[in-house]
């Protein structure tokens, strides 16, 4: 069965510090994935979404990911990050076509100043 | 444009009532989603359709149904709301071309007491 591990339920980072958060995923196929973010009270964001080609993927707001298949994971990174990064953090896994994204259990992010 | 809306924002219910939460979506996307969002576990799939008229379980459709009689609306009903029903439920829209790029709303907490 599919699954998605966010092993980090709670992350502080100091602003400007580098930030990794991180995704493992269980999957029969090729894997999509994806980061989503959630600032409190919103719906989710797409942040960036691997298909296939380059394993490193640029997102939105500063985002990248990087997709190896060796370890089943897809981690986010940011080199820097912002008192606006506060947020929730989910990964998502999902079939090359179709309707139903699982998604993990997400990760909190606190930035301290 | 206000893209995927959702109402109420909060809701208490007694155990047994019944309910509608709203959704709708102002950018004529044919795929449509309910989640639910609980501590802890992510999202999770509730039913999901892919054009008026056509509905489909998700991955935890027990305790509710779904229709969908127009492109822009897609309500989401509570038949006897019980307490493992307190969640927080995000509706989501995307267009057909786009299998990913789902756009959220801001979401309704619901309490069942």
């Known amino acids: 069965a599919q699954s998605v591990t966010q092993p980090d339920i709670h992350i502080t980072v100091s602003e400007g510090a580098s930030l990794e958060l991180r995704c493992n995923y269980s999957?029969?196929?090729?894997?999509?994935l994806f980061w989503y973010v959630q600032s409190p009270g919103q719906g989710l964001q797409l942040l960036l979404k691997?298909?296939?080609?380059?394993?490193l993927v640029q997102g939105i707001k500063g985002f990248e990911a990087e997709f190896k298949r060796s370890q089943s994971s897809f981690n986010l990174r940011k080199p820097s990050v912002h008192w606006s990064d506060a947020a929730e953090y989910f990964c998502?896994?999902?079939?090359?076509?179709?309707?139903?994204?699982?998604f993990g259990a997400g990760t909190i992010l606190r930035v301290k100043s | 444009n206000a893209g995927v809306t959702q109402t109420p924002k909060f809701q208490v219910l007694k155990t047994g009532q019944s309910m509608t939460l709203q959704c709708a979506q102002d950018?004529?996307?044919?795929?449509m989603s309910w989640y639910r969002q609980d501590p802890g576990m992510g999202l999770r799939l509730i039913h999901y359709s892919v054009g008026a008229g056509i509905t489909d379980q998700g991955e935890v459709p027990n305790g509710y149904n779904v229709s969908r009689s127009t492109t822009e609306d897609f309500p989401l009903r509570l038949l006897s709301a019980a307490p493992s029903q307190t969640s927080v439920y995000f509706c989501a829209s995307r267009p057909t071309s786009d299998y990913y790029e789902q756009y959220f709303g801001p979401g309704t907490r619901l309490t069942v007491t």
């Open positions: 691997y298909f296939s080609g380059d394993t």
């Open positions: 999957y029969g196929a090729t894997p999509y």
């Open positions: 998502a896994v999902g079939p090359a076509y179709g309707n139903k994204l699982v």
């Open positions: 950018m004529n996307h044919e795929y």
